[in-house]
């Protein structure tokens, strides 16, 4: 069974400062992990993805998470926040054979000017 | 611009009323999704479709049942919609390799 932890269900960084958000999982199988973030009244929109190769994976707007197999992690960062960046993220992930995504809890971030 | 199309975007609507979500996709994806997501929660598979005549219940036990009649057209109906219903419904499709595409969702309320 695969499952994810997003520690933190709600992060609160100044603008221009270091994003890091948390998100530790459990798969038997080698995984597909994700990122997706969630604007007010929206659907959700792809950040990143891991799949296999390169390990720090760049997404959308600045963001990045690295794939530590040791440590179980899939944290999402970006180096200086902007006030756009304020929505829900969530981590994911997927055993890559039937499909199905499994999400963590989701982590709040909020920009302050 | 979206290329998976959930209507209505909200819905309000009395008890025991039925009810169909309606999601498209023009991606010819085989998969699709329904999850469910409360308020600062997260989200819960409840249906999905490996293609035309295929509907499995997900991991969220739900009274809502599927049908994929056609590749595009994934609708979700609750019979006898109930307050405990209220949420927002996010259908998605996905292709090969599990990259997802997410519609805008649905926010139910049943008063």
């Known amino acids: 069974a695969q499952s994810v932890t997003q520690l933190g269900s709600h992060v609160s960084v100044s603008e221009g400062a270091l994003v890091l958000l948390r998100c530790n999982y459990s798969?038997?199988?080698?995984?597909?992990l994700f990122w997706y973030v969630q604007y007010p009244n929206q659907g959700l929109q792809l950040l990143l993805k891991y799949t296999t190769g390169a390990t720090l994976v760049k997404g959308i707007n600045g963001f990045e998470a690295e794939f530590k197999k040791s440590e179980t992690s899939f944290h999402l960062t970006k180096p200086s926040a902007h006030m756009s960046d304020a929505a829900e993220y969530f981590c994911?992930?997927?055993?890559?054979?039937?499909?199905?995504?499994?999400f963590g809890q989701g982590t709040t971030l909020q920009v302050k000017p | 611009e979206a290329d998976i199309y959930q209507t209505p975007r909200y819905l309000v609507i009395g008890t025991g009323k039925k009810i169909t979500l309606e999601c498209s996709q023009t991606m010819g994806h085989d998969k699709m999704y329904w999850y469910q997501q409360d308020p600062g929660m997260e989200l819960h598979l409840i249906h999905y479709s490996y293609g035309v005549n295929s509907t499995e219940k997900g991991d969220l036990s739900s009274e809502s049942t599927v049908s994929r009649i056609r590749t595009e057209h994934f609708p979700l109906t609750l019979e006898s919609a109930r307050p405990s219903h209220t949420s927002q419904y996010l259908c998605?499709?996905?292709?090969?390799?599990?990259?997802?595409?997410f519609g805008s969702g649905t926010r139910l309320t049943v008063v």
């Open positions: 998605a499709s996905s292709e090969v390799g599990s990259r997802y595409t």
């Open positions: 994911a992930v997927s055993d890559g054979n039937t499909g199905k995504l499994i």
């Open positions: 798969s038997s199988v080698p995984p597909y």
